[in-house]
């Protein structure tokens, strides 16, 4: 698939590191680093503007080694870049560690997966079908 992408960054654009990758990194497009204290959020710009084709959406998600070796996460992951928005690509980071987190221009800070999804439509009704599971949940199966 071939999605229009205008870069406003001396970054590449978001590329699949392997062959069976199913995200694209996304790198921190800045002037100057940025350090997210423990427990603060800060908005981090890319650079990045996407089109893409209605059905679609770009989910941005955490990296994991961020995630284990520093405690930064995506806030609202994940985020959901729909086919209709023009604006440029940014990601809500939260550092969860104990410890100061400093980003620099370049680095990696996310990854984003291109999704297709379907358009719902409600159709009211006064009952469910039966399932084995029922109403169970919020751990209801164990650990």
Sequence with gaps: MEIKIVNHSDNPVPSYETMASAGMDLRANLIETATILPMQRALIPTGLF???PVGFEAQVRPRSGLAIKHGVTVLNSPGTIDADYRGEIKVILINLSVEPFTIHHGDRI???IIS???????KQTDKLDETDRGSGGFGHTGK
């Design 110 to 112: 996310a990854q984003m």
């Design 116 to 122: 297709q999804h379907e358009k719902a439509q409600w």
């Design 50 to 52: 996407i089109s893409l």
